[in-house]
């Protein structure tokens, strides 16, 4: 079995920062891409950041200077620092990761619960 579980969450004001963990556990033998991704109330899940297992990083377009993803390969976590946030920031954060239990070029995809932010104007 493989778990995401994230934290960090919680409620802060607007331009403050928050900072998200997200540690992968379980039967793992190694773990490609790893990202962060949120859902507020009423709308669809859209993708906050991405990170390889090489350090490439991709940002939706909005949020490039606001957040950094990093993560740290040997605890098999990855990080989202958010910066400068805003009402609008407030949903919940979702971890991502596609992780290899068995060798091979077979990478499913697991998802965290979700840690919840709420930015207050």
């Known amino acids: 079995q493989v778990q995401l579980v994230e934290s960090g969450g919680g409620l802060v004001q607007a331009g403050g920062s928050q900072r998200l963990s997200c540690v992968a556990s379980?039967?793992?033998?190694?773990?490609?891409?790893m990202g962060w991704y949120r859902q507020a109330p009423g709308k669809q899940r859209e993708l906050v950041a991405t990170?390889?297992?090489?350090?490439?990083?991709n940002y939706a377009d909005s949020l490039k200077g606001r957040f950094t993803i990093s993560r740290d390969n040997a605890r098999n976590t990855v990080y989202l620092q958010m910066n400068s946030l805003k009402p609008e920031d407030t949903a919940v954060y979702y971890c991502?990761?596609?992780?290899?239990?068995?060798?091979?070029?077979?990478?499913?995809?697991?998802w965290g619960q979700g840690t919840q932010v709420t930015v207050s104007s």
């Open positions: 991502n990761a596609f992780i290899s239990r068995f060798g091979g070029t077979y990478y499913p995809e697991y």
């Open positions: 379980g039967n793992i033998l190694s773990i490609n891409k």
């Open positions: 990170i390889t297992s090489t350090g490439s990083t």
